[in-house]
């Protein structure tokens, strides 16, 4: 777990998870998302955001005509199998990046696989924030 852009994330590289261009969960990719459901499930009163992100390079393939599709087809089958291993679904919600959060400059294999991610972000609680009761008062 980290801290990225001020959000608690679990970073999940989309390369052990998933094989190119797919949005089903690989053998050890299933494993590693158990792991991670289990450990999730057992933290009381948290919500999760699956985001998936992309690489640059495109994609266009009929079930995944650009990389918004995939990788929201991969942030939803990360859910799915969450849910599946004991995470109760009120908790979950799915989000597609594509390419537009880059961790690393795109102009290598190396950068892109690090691109390529599934990340397990933790929804903050916005009633722990300072001013939070003002900003009730004023959306009644």
């Known amino acids: 777990m980290k801290i990225i852009d001020g959000k608690m994330v679990?970073?999940?590289?989309?390369?052990?998870l998933f094989h190119a261009g797919s949005a089903k969960l690989s053998k050890e990719g299933t494993q590693a998302v158990k792991d991670v459901a289990t450990q999730l499930a057992a933290i009381p009163d948290k919500r999760y955001q699956?985001?998936?992100h992309t690489d640059n390079?495109?994609?266009?393939?009929?079930a995944f005509?650009?990389?918004?599709?995939l990788a929201s087809a991969r942030?939803?089958?990360v859910v799915k199998t969450m849910i599946e291993n004991?995470?109760?679904?009120?908790?979950?919600s799915a989000a597609s990046y594509a390419d537009t959060q880059p961790m690393q400059p795109n102009t290598s294999a190396e950068g892109r696989a690090a691109n390529r991610r599934v990340a397990i972000v933790v929804v903050p609680d916005l009633s722990m924030m300072p001013g939070y009761d003002e900003?009730?008062?004023v959306s009644q």
Do not use: C, F, H
């Not at 970073?11 to 052990?16: A, I, M, P």
């Not at 005509?65 to 599709?69: A, G």
């Not at 004991?86 to 979950?92: E, K, L, N, Q």
């Open 50 to 52: 699956v985001e998936g």
């Open 135 to 137: 900003l009730q008062k």
């Open 86 to 92: 004991g995470m109760t679904p009120d908790r979950m």
């Open 10 to 16: 679990v970073s999940l590289g989309s390369d052990l």
């Open 75 to 77: 942030a939803v089958s």
């Open 65 to 69: 005509p650009s990389n918004w599709e």
């Open 57 to 62: 390079l495109p994609i266009s393939t009929a």
